[in-house]
């Protein structure tokens, strides 16, 4: 540790403290042209004050999206009009100015059509960098955008009398929308890679608060690199005994002006976190001085695991409060997740028997015994059901267990071991593709299980207390949170954190992009074992 001009060194890094020595050389997605001068709240000119933001990735990206919804919806007109006869059957007799008939049809679908969706887009916010590379609101604004096409579609044709063709209104707006929802994921998952691998496209941010509420900050923001927030420093507010002896993965300043400290590592945001978002007057004048600097200011309360939806924010008299809905846990969303279980869960086992049936067959050549293992496990609110899976391990398997307790790889309530003695060849093979999972259909066509939800913990283990027993407000599930975010590779802490975020924010859209990740995570095969 070491204090000098107002900087603690702690831990794993040591940033320099002499300002003659070379700083750090400004992240590539954003650069300081000069110094601005500071602001205390007073209005400025509106043609003087500064507008770009520090950040730049936001720029050619958007360029790139309004060039991918563009060809999105031109190529959804084209193959309306292509394969859809009576797609010009609105166009007929009509004229305006010098276009006539197939020039005005032409016309609407490749300029008037693409050019309003574009504009929509932009109105509905569906550019707004807050939106951006994370989360389902960007998507949620494009399906509101089309539905509002419709609409104004709708309501030309029936002003001008025009007899449109409905099969190819229908027809456009689907292929549209789903055009360009395409494009979208693909472009995020571009940047995604880019942020993963070479760190363009991100933000980079110090982080402002108390040393334990700037470090859980930072935990959370790191789990996800496709998010783009890369802490780079820590401002502690606590004073500099805080961060005595205590290793730290960013440089830790104390009693340093933030703006000078964001553009001597180079960041573009600042986060403030915990107890210091809690002072209105500081935190006020905080916002006065990034006035035209274009750095960014977020504020992170101490509210961890819960997603947007439940959050909402309700000014009264300038205080901004954040409501906090409670979850989400009964009502007709329920009932159609109860269904589509169900359902889902029928005609998949009728689909996919001459696969089971297959894998019976491997099981039994394989090793003498049942084909299927079924063992108790706890469910929804404590109820306790057998399970139902494919056998992967000698029949002894339960009890070779005792012998190789003190090998588990697992820090929670699950014993795991990459190299499972127990497992035979062939049920390696079914583990690593999950197919030994496939019969905890039967559980969910009986109720017993989802399709997504906590996976279900072994009953022998005793009662589940604290924490680990909210995870029993649900059904448990064949997938969940979890699995698509490492399975065995976790630790139980975290894999529990995980069940208990999906208990407190469910939702049906988050079930099916669930079950989209699901797909990947088992062709990876990552973390099965």
């Not at 190819?168 to 979208?184: C, K, Q």
């Amino acid at each position: 540790m070491r204090e000098d001009s107002g900087e603690v060194t702690a831990g794993l890094h040591h940033p320099v403290t002499d300002s003659s020595r070379s700083k750090p050389v400004p992240y590539d997605s954003f650069e300081w042209q000069q110094e601005p001068p500071p602001s205390n709240g007073v209005p400025r000119s509106a043609w003087t004050r500064q507008h770009k933001r520090l950040s730049r990735w936001h720029r050619p990206y958007t360029l790139v999206l309004v060039f991918l919804d563009l060809i999105s919806v031109v190529l959804a007109s084209h193959l309306a009009a292509t394969y859809i006869e009576k797609s010009r059957s609105g166009f007929y007799g009509r004229s305006l100015g010098f276009l006539h008939n197939e020039q005005l049809f032409i016309f609407f679908a490749y300029v008037v059509l693409p050019l309003g969706w574009l504009v929509l887009l932009w109105a509905n916010g569906t550019y707004d960098r807050r939106y951006l590379g994370l989360g389902s609101e960007e998507f949620k604004r494009i399906v509101r955008t089309s539905v509002t096409i419709v609409a104004c579609v709708s309501l030309l044709a029936f002003a001008t009398k025009a007899p449109l063709s409905r099969g190819t209104v229908a027809a456009v707006s689907l292929m549209g929308v789903g055009f360009l929802l395409i494009g979208r994921v693909a472009a995020r998952q571009v940047l995604h890679f880019a942020r993963r691998k070479t760190g363009h496209g991100a933000h980079r941010m110090v982080l402002v608060g108390t040393l334990p509420e700037a470090l859980e900050v930072y935990t959370a923001v790191t789990r996800s690199p496709a998010a783009g927030l890369i802490p780079v420093a820590i401002h502690i507010t606590d004073g500099y005994a805080a961060a005595r002896g205590i290793e730290t993965p960013v440089p830790v300043y104390a009693a340093r002006d933030v703006l000078s400290l964001v553009r001597e590592v180079g960041a573009d945001t600042i986060a403030v976190c915990g107890s210091a978002s809690a002072e209105p007057g500081e935190l006020r004048r905080l916002a006065w001085q990034l006035e035209g600097t274009g750095v960014d200011l977020v504020v992170a309360p101490q509210l961890t695991d819960i997603a947007g939806p439940r959050v909402h924010i309700r000014p009264i008299e300038g205080l901004p409060l954040l409501h906090v809905e409670e979850p989400t846990l009964s009502g007709p969303g329920w009932l159609v997740k109860n269904l589509l279980d169900r359902v889902a869960a029928g005609l998949g086992l009728l689909l996919i028997s001459p696969i089971l049936l297959a894998i019976a067959i491997g099981i039994k050549l394989s090793d003498p015994g049942p084909v299927f293992f079924r063992q108790p496990r706890v469910g929804h609110e404590g109820r306790t059901f057998r399970v139902w899976k494919f056998r992967t391990m000698y029949v002894d398997a339960e009890e070779r267990k005792r012998t190789l307790e003190e090998l588990n790889e697992s820090d929670g309530m699950l014993f795991k071991m990459k190299n499972d003695p127990r497992i035979f060849s062939f049920g390696a093979k079914l583990r690593a593709t999950s197919l030994d999972e496939l019969p905890q259909l039967i559980n969910v066509l009986k109720g017993e299980m989802s399709l997504v939800g906590p996976r279900p913990l072994p009953a022998d283990d005793g009662d589940y207390l604290g924490d680990v027993r909210r995870r029993l407000l649900v059904r448990p599930g064949i997938t969940g949170l979890w699995q698509v975010s490492g399975r065995s590779d976790l630790s139980w802490d975290e894999a529990v954190r995980l069940d208990l975020y999906y208990v407190d924010n469910w939702s049906l859209t988050y079930d099916l992009g669930i079950l989209w990740r699901t797909i990947f995570v088992v062709l990876k095969r990552k973390g099965a074992y």
